[in-house]
């Protein structure tokens, strides 16, 4: 009874999430995306692609690491994957997912602490795999959406290659398809 | 390539569900849930609630069943769990996944349908534990949000407890616990 009263504090814990804001529109939207249903979108997204992964990847592990990789922050707050990440902003998404975590009965947090972690280094297969699934909606997002985000914040198509490149560590025929598409994005000036 | 073209349709295409309004809000905001964030939430919920579960689950096929339960919503709408489901909006919702599912290439959509209609039949261990995790966050936006969406759709204690005893199928213990949660709900007045 303790334990479940736990988890369901968690539970509602959690729901802050959906209060983060993104930095880009879903497709067709008007206001911007939040990190709760964001993190639903590349679960989606992950299943569906991990048959192009680069290495063999355990799905369900994946999935995982995918459901919580934007815990940390409900404390910390989004930022735009092509700002440097400050070591205060790193300090402070760690301790958000370990409060988040303690929440839970027992040790269970400890195990899921890990896998957060194994995302966040990005050494191993299904993190790579997970991290480069993670970038292709913001730029869906973008091609879709007449740049909007890429625009606001003064991002420039050398930027947006050289950062999104890190896909191909996960899976290079995806990465290959999405730099044809943002290679076109570029030629309907909607990237510069 | 082609195959991810595919796949990419497909999550461009499941950004919809980001615009599918649901009946309850999250705890402490203001605005009603989506059914992309709602599917996210209760993933999370069945991760660290799967022990309590009456049957043994498979805990990584009960995710899969919720990251796509709802997609049939993208064309049929959400519909609250008091009213009764008419034949026309179940049949708009099977036509709805199909077409969504069959975005995606090869035979891919088949196993995915499947794994929806066992959800959605509610016959197996894993879909009966999907389907109890599937009505706890709307109670927890009720008890922790005034019962918003009791009050505005006139719903009444009696309905809410026949309706949701069915938690009890998948999780007895889980039901235990929310049910003193509801009592408790009923004593300070905000479930009549």
Redesign the interface.
């Known amino acids: ?1 303790e ?3 736990k ?2 504090t ?3 814990e ?6 983060v804001q993104r930095n880009t529109k ?4 008007e206001r911007y ?2 990190s ?2 964001h ?3 590349v ?3 992950a ?3 991990h048959s ?1 992964s680069n290495e063999a990847v355990n799905i ?1 592990r994946v ?2 690491m995918l ?2 990789h934007d815990l940390g922050e409900i404390d910390a707050g989004d930022t735009i994957v092509y700002a440097s990440e400050t070591a205060a902003v790193k300090k402070e998404e760690i301790a958000g997912i370990q409060r988040i975590l303690s929440l ?1 009965p027992d040790d ?1 947090g400890n195990d899921f602490f890990t896998l957060w972690h194994e995302f966040e280094s990005g050494d191993t297969a299904d993190a790579r795999f997970a991290k480069a699934i993670d970038r ?2 913001p730029l ?1 997002h973008n091609i ?1 959406g007449d740049g909007h985000s890429w625009k606001k914040h003064g991002i420039s198509k050398e930027q947006v290659f050289s950062v999104n490149q890190r896909i191909g560590q996960g899976s290079e ?2 990465w ?2 999405m730099r044809g598409k943002l290679e076109e994005a570029v030629d309907q000036g909607i990237l510069e």
Chains 1, 2 share one sequence.
């Not at 959690?14 to 209060?19: M, V």
């Not at 879903?26 to 939207?29: A, C, S, W």
């Open positions: 009874m334990a479940i009263e988890v369901l968690f539970i509602v959690i729901e802050k999430l959906k209060d879903p497709v067709g939207l995306e939040n709760a249903e993190s639903w979108h679960c989606l997204s299943l569906m692609l192009f369900d999935i995982k459901l919580i839970l269970m292709v909606p869906l879709h025929v995806l290959s398809v």
